[in-house]
């Protein structure tokens, strides 16, 4: 994917990524994500690896943490990706940690606000 020829026609929208397409993800990654509702690169590259590897659990997938790893290896750098090992071993790896973490947590206290004009009795 390093060819500045492949790049200018990615950037211009005359050529669709698909999700095998990236790095460290296939055909499987492709349909688990299509469950969620990603079907294409670009929805992928919008809702990024942190949130897509929520919704993954949340949908009641048990994603390893070797999926947050290839998501995140897959979108940056854009499109060339990294592959998913470095990231499993770099210094991201804590930081993409901790915003699942933070994510969830968010989820969970959304959940558990009384909701508007029900009375907690």
């Known amino acids: 994917m390093r060819n500045s020829k492949v790049r200018q026609r990615i950037a211009a929208g005359k050529l669709k990524l698909r999700i095998r397409d990236l790095r460290n ?46 998501l995140a290896g897959a979108l940056d750098p854009w499109p060339e990706g990294t592959h998913w090992r ?3 071993r770099g210094e991201s790896r804590l930081s993409l940690l901790l915003a699942v973490e933070d994510l969830e947590a968010a989820a969970q206290a959304r959940n558990a606000e009384p909701r508007p004009g029900k009375s907690a009795e």
């Open 25 to 70: 993800l296939g055909m499987k990654s492709e349909q688990v994500l299509g469950e969620i509702g990603i079907y294409t690169a670009d929805e992928l590259r919008r809702q990024g690896a942190v949130r897509t590897f929520a919704e993954l659990k949340r949908a009641g997938s048990t994603p390893s943490l070797n999926m947050l790893w290839a």
């Open 86 to 88: 470095e990231i499993a």
